[in-house]
């Protein structure tokens, strides 16, 4: 079932620590066939190395488990919601690689003070707010999920120009069209709090001109993209 995605997931998650995203198993990878409404998962706890295509786990969008022997991961609720809320994004990432955890336990947006970021996200990189404790008591995960919908619905950002977020004291999400578009993210997003950082140790952070940044993000998003090679017919 699903092994095109499947392997695409596992090959997404292994990355993550050849990427140096992660430690220990503080990351995730999701991805989803819309046609079928399914989606695989890493499982919860189990090792980059040593993980398998059989070990991931098939869900529903009601978080019923349709393969797999193993636990999900405990993010998958925050995966589920935002599946369900945003039909165009399909795959999801959540790691807490150092620079972007490190802006998330500032309270730091990453706004665009460059044209690196501008390439990846077009605008400001969001911070999502605090859960309450009753958020937290509730159901956390997927309180997580809904904070991340009420942060972008907020501040009218479209999820698709600027697929990351940053969730004060906790880690960053990224998003995409498919689960090796969200690592992708993760690893531009990590790149991109990289250098702020070390521009904030200098001073503020200056945005970057929108004219600059229009530029960088249309000639590779953009309806008239001009980044890249067009495929031959």
Same mark, same amino acid.
């Given at each position: 079932?699903l092994?095109?995605?499947k392997?695409?997931v596992?090959e997404a998650? %292994?990355?993550?620590?050849?990427e ?8 995730n990878?999701?991805?989803i066939?819309r ?7 890493k ?7 040593k993980?398998? &295509?059989?070990? *991931?786990?098939?869900?529903?969008l ?6 797999? /022997? ?14 369900? @809320?945003?039909?165009q994004?399909g ?6 690689? *150092?620079n @972007?955890?490190?802006?998330?336990q ?17 605008g400001t990189?969001p911070l @999502? &707010?605090?859960?309450t %404790? ?13 904070v991340?919908?009420e942060? !972008?619905t ?9 697929p990351?977020? *940053?969730?004060?004291? +906790?880690a960053? !999400?990224?998003?995409g %069209? ?7 993210n993760?690893v @531009?997003?990590e ?6 950082? %070390?521009?904030?140790?200098?001073g /503020?952070?200056? /945005? ?7 530029? +960088?993000?249309?000639r590779? +998003?953009?309806k008239?993209?001009t ?7």
């Open positions: 079932m092994e095109k995605l392997d695409e596992l998650n %292994k990355l993550l620590k050849s140096e995203l992660i430690k220990l198993t503080w990351g990878v999701s991805g066939d046609d079928s409404g399914l989606v695989v998962i499982p919860s706890g189990v090792s980059y190395d993980m398998q &295509r059989q070990d *991931l786990v098939v869900l529903d009601d978080g019923n488990v349709v393969e797999g /022997e193993l636990n999900p991961s405990s993010d998958t609720p925050t995966h589920l919601h935002l599946y369900k @809320a945003y039909p994004i795959g999801i990432t959540h790691t807490h690689s *150092l @972007a955890t490190a802006m998330c500032m309270g730091q947006e990453l706004p665009c003070i460059g044209t690196t970021h501008a390439d990846h996200f077009y990189v @999502a &707010r605090t859960l %404790k009753a958020e937290v008591d509730d159901n956390y995960e997927l309180n997580t999920g809904v991340i919908e942060t !972008f907020k501040n009218s950002i479209n999820v698709m120009e600027v990351a977020v *940053l969730l004060h004291f +906790h960053p !999400f990224t998003w %069209k498919s689960a090796m578009d969200s690592f992708k993760s @531009a997003l790149s991109c709090c990289e250098m702020a950082l %070390k521009a904030l140790a200098c /503020e952070l200056q /945005e970057m001109p929108q004219h600059i940044q229009d530029k +960088h993000y249309l590779k +998003h953009g008239n993209a980044y890249g090679q067009k495929l031959i017919k």
